[in-house]
Nanobody
Framework: QVQLVESGGGLVQPGGSLRLSCAAS????????IGWFRQAPGKEREGVSC????????DYADSVKGRFTISRDNAKNTVTLQMNSLKPEDTAVYYC??????????????????WGQGTQVTVSS
């Protein structure tokens, strides 16, 4: 059974940092494109970042470019999202999601196949 489990969320002050992790079981993350999505109250879910397996390329939403970094640790079968210079507008539930394809283009066009349960990130003073 495939499971994706996010961790690392919490409460942080504006300007602070958090590191989210996505751990997989029953599924080898490094074979597939992995994305992070978020959903704030009253808003639609949006894509935050993606990392491909084909060439390791990454992409980011304009709102997080230069502040967030996505990476893989294949030995641990995890994908992490390092979030720096956090802003109140980053407050949301963050979800890890896995494609069954290797590229971020496919993940965005076809949508993820597996989802984690989400982790809350709150940026507030």
């Amino acid at each position: 059974q495939v499971q994706l489990v996010e961790s690392g969320g919490g409460l942080v002050q504006p300007g602070g940092s958090l590191r989210l992790s996505c751990a997989a079981s029953g599924f080898t993350l490094d074979y597939y494109a992995i994305g992070w999505f978020r959903q704030a109250p009253g808003k639609e879910r949006e894509g935050v970042s993606c990392i491909s397996s084909s060439d390791g390329s990454t992409d980011y939403a304009d709102s997080v470019k230069g502040r967030f970094t996505i990476s893989r640790d294949n030995a641990k079968n995890t994908v992490t999202l390092q979030m720096n210079s956090l802003k109140p507008e980053d407050t949301a539930v963050y979800y890890c999601a896995a494609s069954r394809e290797t590229t971020c283009v496919a993940l965005h066009n076809l949508g993820p196949y597996y989802w984690g349960q989400g982790t809350q990130v709150t940026v507030s003073s």
